[in-house]
Structures are given as structure tokens and as C-alpha cells.
């Protein structure tokens, strides 16, 4: 498979991905402002712009939820924001087309048009779970109708690390707001995660079994944990990099530290020092796309002729 084509699957995944999650955080943010009248907005809404990676305006403006909404929601041309992330996943499909089934193709031109329209001026919530809509068929068509190949293995790869990443910025909402924040309990429900939670736990509620099953389930596909595993999974069937010395592939190395991190120390000390667990993950998935994008989609490669040996 060309670089050019991998690297183009591996960002359908972050970027649906990253469009569903921020959907996401920003309903739990949203629902948080309207329900609560004493929470003070400006503060709140610089701490997800933190969390987010964005900058907040330093000159003493006032953020409220317009800002935040036009900055991380509608903005087209910042591919961090959802409807930024929506184009930038159907321009990645249009340079793999010869790749990607028709179904798939046509999921993302439609979403990417779609968000152009009227859902565009819907409210908060509806174009929210609009958004976890679309990021859902996308899913179920790359699970169902692509073999499981190349084509595959690089696009669950970039969703299971921009995963990985997106629910610890989740969960670093809720420890930097503290009882200020949106609660465990509604984290659980905007990952989609709170019956499997009340099943696995038997209806047994608390806030360190709630972190925990973000954090540390191995069977719930938005936990942490699972995430980086799967991720390790298919860089493993992509090309095994394994020697007699250990692991050489730089990504697993560096995602498969975090994930050991996570699932051997104790519960109670992980949400002791939460914020910089969580900035851990996010560093780690950091370099290991850094990683991937060297080995797999090196930029600036010079071209050499190896001539014909005599």
C-alpha cells in the first residue's frame, strides 16, 4: 500500500473519531452551563479550552458557550473542531478513494455536506447527537464492509489512539472542575458507558468504580485501556518489529509503557494524581502517532535508484 494511501486511512479514523469525541465533551460542557445557574462560565470555559489544546484570548475577554461552540464546534477550517474534523475525514477518504468501499465514501460526503446544512443552526444537543450518529454508521461500515487487511488495521489504529486520547481529556474535565464538574455519572452516560457500567458493577454506584471502568476495562471499547490495546493489536498485524532484544517498534513501545502504567498500579493512586495520568496517555499518544507517521508515512523521502546487481 502507497504511504500517501495509509496515512489517508489512518486519518479517517482520528478524525471521525475526534469529531464523535468532541461531540462528546462538549454535550457533558453544555449540559453542565444550562443546568447549573452558579457555575461560572467564563472559568469553566477556559479550563476545557486548556484541556482541549486551545488557547484561550488572554487580553480578559469574556468566554462564554458561543465562544467555545464557534471555536470547537463549528469552525470548518480548524480540523480539531467538529465540523472541521468532518471535512478534513471525507478530503482523507477522496485521496483514498481507489481504497475505501463506495459505502464508506458516501457516509463521509454526505456527513461532510450534511454539516454544511440546516443541522449546522440545530440546537447544541441535537447537533450533538447528530454528530455521534454519523460517527456511528461510519463505524459500522468500517467494521462490517472492509476486509480485514491494511485498509483495516490503519484506520481503527488512528481511532483507537485519538480514543485513547480523547477519553483522557474527558476524564480531565471531570478531575480539574472537581465537584464543580459534571460528575462521573454523566461521563459514563456521554461515553455511552453507564449501563455497561451498572451491569459490570451490579448497579453498584461510586465514583472510583466509574473512573475505574473509563480508565481500566478491558472489555468497554471507550475505556482507555482498551483503546491503546487494540491499537497495540493492529500495529502488531501491520508489521511486527520484535527482536531478541524486545519490542523495536517505537509506537507499541511508547503505547504499551502507558497501558502497563495504567493497568498495574493502583486504582486509588491513579485518581490521586489523575491530571497528570491523563497528560501521560495524551503524551504518549502523541508520540506514538509520531512514531507511526515516521515509519509508515515519512515525508520528504528522497527517491534512490538501486541499480541491478552483476
Do not use: K
Not at 480578559?60 to 458557550?65: E, K, N
Not at 475505574?212 to 478491558?218: K, P, V, Y
Amino acid at each position: 500500500m502507497l504511504s500517501r494511501i495509509a496515512e489517508s486511512l489512518f486519518w479517517i479514523g482520528r478524525y471521525v473519531e475526534r469529531a464523535d469525541d468532541t461531540a462528546r465533551i462538549l454535550d457533558v460542557h453544555v449540559q453542565l452551563l444550562s443546568e447549573d445557574p452558579w457555575a461560572e462560565e467564563d472559568l469553566a470555559c477556559r479550563s476545557l479550552l486548556a484541556v482541549m489544546d486551545h488557547p484561550a484570548p488572554a487580553d480578559g475577554t469574556l468566554v462564554d458557550r458561543g465562544h467555545v461552540l464557534r471555536l470547537l464546534a463549528h469552525d470548518q477550517l480548524n480540523p480539531s473542531s467538529i465540523a472541521g474534523s468532518l471535512v478534513a475525514a471525507r478530503e482523507n477518504a477522496r485521496r483514498a478513494r481507489e481504497i475505501v468501499s463506495t459505502e464508506l465514501w458516501e457516509c463521509l460526503n454526505t456527513t461532510r455536506n450534511q454539516a454544511f446544512g440546516v443541522i449546522r443552526t440545530a440546537p447544541s444537543h441535537e447537533y450533538f447527537s447528530w454528530v455521534r450518529e454519523r460517527a456511528a454508521i461510519v463505524a459500522g461500515l468500517m467494521d462490517s464492509a472492509t476486509s480485514r487487511d491494511e485498509t483495516w488495521h490503519f484506520m481503527i489504529l488512528g481511532r483507537s489512539i485519538e480514543r485513547a486520547d480523547m477519553t483522557a481529556r474527558l476524564v480531565t474535565t471531570q478531575a480539574r472542575l472537581g465537584p464543580a464538574g459534571p460528575g462521573w455519572t454523566t461521563l459514563l452516560r456521554s461515553c455511552g458507558a453507564h449501563e455497561s457500567y451498572l451491569r459490570a458493577h451490579r448497579g453498584l454506584a461510586s465514583d472510583e468504580r466509574a473512573a475505574g471502568f473509563l480508565l481500566l476495562d478491558r472489555l468497554f471499547p471507550r475505556s482507555i485501556a482498551h483503546a491503546l490495546d487494540v491499537a497495540e493489536q493492529c500495529l502488531r498485524d501491520l508489521g511486527p518489529l520484535e527482536g531478541r532484544h524486545g519490542v523495536a517498534d517505537e509506537a507499541r513501545r511508547e503505547l504499551g509503557m502507558v497501558r502497563t502504567r495504567l493497568e498495574y498500579a493502583r486504582l486509588a493512586d491513579l485518581l490521586s494524581s489523575l491530571p497528570d495520568t491523563m497528560e501521560q496517555v495524551q503524551l504518549a499518544c502523541s508520540r506514538a502517532s509520531d512514531a507511526v507517521r515516521a515509519r509508515y508515512f515519512p515525508t520528504g523521502a528522497v527517491t534512490t535508484w538501486v541499480g541491478e546487481a552483476l
